[in-house]
């Protein structure tokens, strides 16, 4: 039962971090080059326009249900289980959904290097 | 690209390692939260060591949003994953943990991650197109569907 609760910890991390990465992504590309901004329109301009952005609000909520899931997925699993783990699905399934969602193009390249780190991440956290 | 931008993702990588690592150091002086006495962890935040973490972490926070404005999210995650390298590196010489082979391994599979991403353009055409675009009408269409 206590391995189905830590799956279930997993499972939850992975998909509320990939949406929160969604979304942050997505805010940010319609905020816009904050680097321009800043140097246009000053440095408040800029935090107020990616505070008040409807998808921000939504990514920094995403992020904390996925932090929140992490701290029970620690007190049902072992750390050497569910970090690792949350963190490799993390990234092929950010590569799958900036794919579908966010229509980058996610060439070979990039599938290699999410496959790679996925790899490495969960070789480094066992 | 420019080197300003680089400056910006190995922000990510340094911030993000580094915060992690005094996160950690602090969280050790401070020992086990149980279940039952949650609040204790608002009583970690008169430690030094994770103040630091703290502020570290919002500068991390403050340039993976720099970069996620201007790059793909598929670009900027695997480009400042170096960052796991750099926490293995500092648990090794500064925290003075056990860095096993395995963990080494993992270490060459990043590298060879970033290497592959870096050499790729940063924003891919649609991104870039919708960079562009004026978003009002793209907002107004997204409340209109849902």
């Known amino acids: 039962m206590k391995h189905a609760y830590t799956w279930g910890a997993i499972a939850v991390i992975v998909t509320a971090s990939v949406t929160g990465d969604v979304l942050l992504s997505r805010a940010m590309k319609q905020v816009g080059d904050v680097g321009e901004l800043w140097r246009h329109r000053g440095m408040l301009t800029v935090i107020g326009r990616i505070l008040r952005h409807p998808y921000f609000v939504l990514g920094m909520a995403a992020m904390a249900v996925a932090f929140f899931s992490l701290l029970f997925g620690l007190s049902w699993g072992d750390v050497s289980l569910v970090a690792p783990a949350s963190a490799s699905l993390t990234f092929v399934g950010n590569a799958a959904a900036a794919n579908l969602l966010r229509h980058e193009r996610v060439d070979q390249r990039r599938w290699i290097a999410a496959a790679l780190v996925a790899c490495g991440v969960a070789l480094l956290a066992a | 690209m420019t080197f300003r931008k680089y400056l910006v993702l190995a922000g990510v990588a340094l911030f993000g390692s580094v915060g992690d690592s005094l996160l950690s150091r602090g969280m050790k002086e401070i ?31 403050a340039a993976y949003m720099t970069a996620l404005s201007w790059a793909d999210l598929t670009y900027v995650l695997p480009a400042t994953s170096i960052g796991y390298v750099l926490l293995a590196l500092i648990a090794k010489f500064i925290l003075h943990e056990q860095v096993t082979a395995g963990r080494w391994l993992g270490i060459l599979l990043i590298t060879a991650g970033v290497g592959f991403v870096a050499g790729g353009p940063a924003l ?23």
């Open chain 2, 124 to 146: 891919t055409p649609i991104a870039a197109h919708e960079n562009l675009a004026d978003h009002e009408p793209e907002v107004a269409s997204i409340r209109g569907e849902s």
């Open chain 2, 31 to 61: 020992g086990n939260i149980s279940v039952a006495h949650l609040q204790a962890v608002i009583l970690a935040v008169r430690n030094p060591w994770v103040v630091g973490g703290i502020v570290l972490l919002l500068a991390f926070f």
